[in-house]
């Protein structure tokens, strides 16, 4: 018979699976406390459990969702990125970016994935070269945090829904593990804390509005006309500009809180005072911040949608940046420039996996690489 995966049960769940091993409830209580406040990876760790019940845990279900295949630190140990084995032998990653004094982070940011792949096709994006392989479930996606909290040995204080896939087509799955994150008996994150990015699903934005979660959106912009956002975020072709700000106004609205809008910077496709000008104006009326990121290269350039060439894009150059960051700071909202940490490991979404998968994709080929 095949394991009960435990990892993404919550508590009801996790109690009816333990009654009808003949255990009583409290034993779902002191495992949920086990398996998500402390990480525990195996039933072996649970010392709450005789050795007995450990065994025919081990025997019905298995608790580890991930093996790490890959671990990576930044030069300036400010970024590590992990890739992770699923069970299906898929991987996915996640990526911990420490903020704060040298030497002194206080906050540690888990970037982690959805789906593994994406179906978007977002033109700058690592992820979009491999299509969707499959959602990820709700224990994979928690397991993320659980995983790099032991393997870093750093806490983790805030996360961001940013790394793989588009976590509104993984909804169901995602709210269930944003939850149990957000548990105070399990790894007790702050809902603020916890900021869901979207390329732009209009009517997943405002499912998720009506149903009035805490936890934050995020917005991927990258561009301020019709377009330009067509050709580098073919999504916007079913969910133009003017009704996905008009989306993100009426969560800040009933949410009460901010949204983040985050803008990708492409030398010369969307870099121009022009687009920082009308950046400043479409974003003007919703209360926001904005997050202004210069691009981090990727190895394979993308075919642009509807034309033959190639566009290999390029970060722009530290001069444009700066004028574009002045430019839209004369607004009334918050606008701050991110650059990317870990330059040098890989850390953009998909980066990891994409030159993991080379040399088998190469293989199946006969090509050396
Ligand atoms: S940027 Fe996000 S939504 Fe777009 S292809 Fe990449 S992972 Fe998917």
Known sequence: ???????????????????GLGEQPFRAKQLFR????????????????????????QEAAALATLTLETQQISQRRDAEK???????????????????????PNRHTLCISSQVGCPVDCKFCATGLMGLLRNLRPGEIVDQVLM?????????????VMGMGEPLLNYDALLKACYLLADDEGPNLAQRRLVISTSGLVPKIERFTQEGHKFRLAISLNATTDEVRNQIMPINRKYPIAALLQAAREYTRQAKQR???????????????????????????????????????????HAVAGGDSLLAFRRPSFER????????RTGPNT??????????????CGQLWTKAQKPIRAEKKGIVI
Not at 42 to 56: S, V
Request: glycine share 6%; aromatic share 8%.
């Open 34 to 57: 086990w398996m998500y406040g402390r990480a525990a990876q195996d039933f072996d760790e649970i010392t709450d459990f005789a050795k007995p019940l450990r065994q025919r845990l």
């Open 1 to 19: 018979m095949p394991k009960q995966h435990l990892k993404g049960l919550d508590r009801d769940e996790l109690t009816a699976f333990m009654v």
């Open 148 to 160: 790099v909290k032991r393997l870093s040995g750093s806490p983790v204080t805030n996360v961001v």
């Open 321 to 328: 940046i700066e004028a574009f960051l002045a430019a839209v």
């Open 82 to 104: 992990y890739l992770f084995r699923l069970a299906d032998g898929l991987h996915v990653e996640s990526v911990l970016m420490r903020d704060g004094a040298p030497g002194r």
């Open 335 to 348: 606008v701050t420039l991110r650059w990317s940490k870990g330059d040098d490991i890989d850390a953009a």
């Open 259 to 301: 949204i983040t809008f985050e803008y990708i910077l492409l030398d010369g496709v969307n870099d121009s005072p022009a687009d920082a000008e009308r950046l400043k104006n479409l974003t003007r009326p919703i209360p926001c911040k904005i997050n202004l990121i210069p691009y981090n290269p990727i190895a394979e350039p």
